[in-house]
């Protein structure tokens, strides 16, 4: 079975500044897929961010990037220079073997100006 | 390129009833995934469509049900509501096909139900 585990429920930041996500993951596969979704008011889902479990370099997509930890089982999300518009539930996800895709709970990012 | 279509955007029922959603996915994409978030329970996945097949299904009752048109297009019905079957139901669209392990899902805004 698959698990995502996001422990910080909400997380504030300053504009401009560098925030952390954390993300662990528990799989009992050898090849999986982590992801990172933000999700605006409006309720859609966005993707932000993909990682392959044999990538050996960290995922990045322009302020994103992604800290995988393979051995901590770890696949935190960096958002440098955090911008107003940031402010949304941040998603982690991963999909293994069962092609099922599993989601944390979210964690709430509120970006102070 | 469009994005993913939900509708209807939102709907109030009522206990018993049924209600059907659709989901029209981005041009191209023919695996269509349908997600219930809630409060209570978050992001859980309900079952996914591709060419017309469901291929994975999630831990939900027989009541829900899906299928996939033969231009991609998807429904998901909900039979015999129930009250705690109010929630966001969202779908996604993705070109993923097995044998690769990437394959992003791309989100519709989804469609908010309230059960009374």
């Known amino acids: 079975a698959q698990k995502i585990t996001q422990t910080q429920p909400g997380m504030f930041v300053q504009e401009k500044e560098a925030v952390t996500l954390d993300c662990t993951y528990d799989?009992?596969?050898?090849?999986?897929?982590l992801f990172w979704y933000k999700q605006p008011s409006s309720g859609e889902m966005i993707f932000l961010i993909y990682q392959g479990s044999y990538d050996e370099q960290n995922a990045t997509e322009g302020r994103y990037s992604l800290n995988f930890q393979k051995a901590r089982k770890s696949a935190n999300l960096v958002i440098s220079a955090s911008q107003l518009g940031d402010s949304a539930m941040y998603f982690c996800a991963m999909r293994g073997g069962s092609y099922i895709p599993t989601f944390g709970r979210g964690t709430s990012l509120i970006v102070h100006p | 390129k469009a994005g993913v279509t939900q509708t209807p955007r939102y709907l109030i029922k009522t206990r018993g009833q049924q209600v059907t959603l659709s989901c029209s996915p981005i041009?191209?994409?023919?695996?269509v995934s349908w997600y219930q978030q809630t409060p209570g329970q978050g992001l859980q996945f309900l079952f996914e469509?591709?060419?017309?097949?469901?291929?994975n299904k999630g831990n939900f009752p027989g009541r829900f049900s899906g299928r996939q048109f033969s231009n991609s297009r998807s429904e998901m019905n909900v039979s015999t509501l129930e009250l705690g079957d109010s929630a966001l139901y969202l779908c996604?669209?993705?070109?993923?096909?097995?044998?690769?392990?990437?394959?992003?899902?791309?989100f519709g805004e989804g469609s908010r139900l309230t059960v009374l």
């Open positions: 996604a669209s993705s070109s993923y096909d097995r044998g690769r392990d990437t394959g992003e899902l791309f």
């Open positions: 041009s191209g994409h023919r695996s």
């Open positions: 469509y591709f060419s017309e097949t469901q291929r």
């Open positions: 799989t009992s596969d050898q090849s999986y897929g």
